[in-house]
């Protein structure tokens, strides 16, 4: 039974297919867009939550685009994932240290302009954007002495993290107070499988 991953690479679903490029298994990609085609009876069967990305792998069926990474690279490039109860913590760690750190500050900007354009509320992207800069401190004073996240080598966490921040773009937020977070990204995002990823749509 083929590997089966459902999204496009302008959503969050670009963090799942960035995961299946970079583990190197062959895979259907199921273009599915997160408004009509992620409501259909038959996507719902999937995912019933109606959202993208969905991951279908023989028996596995996972919703969740973190859930699908860190299965992708345990189960199919495991030095992407290290095997010590300490590294699996970290890599756990930072993971959703992106989805609640960052992800939530930066969609409460991006929720303003697309879905609030006519009527944005400026206090609350304001107060957003304010907010960014103290995690992004954390995140610079932890690359200060390391060029990857979890043990010195690009792993999952790497992906993860630099993944929710490819929203950062669209909000025009600015990093050059974070030399380290710049340079971090700039490593990630020159591998040849984010470049795959984002040409799926």
Not at 59 to 87: C, G, H, Q, W
Not at 167 to 172: E, P, Q
Request: proline content about 3%.
């Amino acid at each position: 039974m083929a590997t089966t991953i459902y999204g496009v690479s302008r959503s969050r679903a670009i963090r799942s297919l960035w995961a299946i490029e970079e583990v190197g298994i062959e895979y259907v990609h199921v273009a599915t867009h997160f408004f009509r085609e992620s409501k259909t009876d038959e996507y719902l069967g999937v995912n019933p939550n109606g959202r993208i990305p969905a991951l279908v792998d023989d028996d596995v069926t996972l919703f969740e685009s973190m859930a699908i990474n860190l299965y992708l690279a345990r189960k199919y490039k495991p030095e992407l994932y290290p095997n010590s109860a300490e590294l699996e913590a970290q890599i756990n760690q930072w993971s959703v240290w992106g989805i609640s750190e960052i992800e939530f500050l930066q969609m409460q900007v991006i929720i303003q302009i697309m879905l609030h354009k006519d009527n944005m509320n400026q206090r609350a992207m304001d107060e957003a954007i304010e907010a960014l800069p103290r995690p992004m401190k954390v995140l610079d004073e932890h690359l200060e002495t390391r060029d990857y996240l979890v043990g010195n080598r690009f792993t999952i966490a790497d992906l993860n993290v630099s993944s929710v921040m490819l929203l950062l773009d669209m909000i025009k937020f600015d990093l050059s107070d974070f030399p380290n977070v710049v340079d971090w990204q700039t490593r990630c995002y020159a591998r040849e499988s984010l470049a795959r990823a984002q040409a799926l749509d």
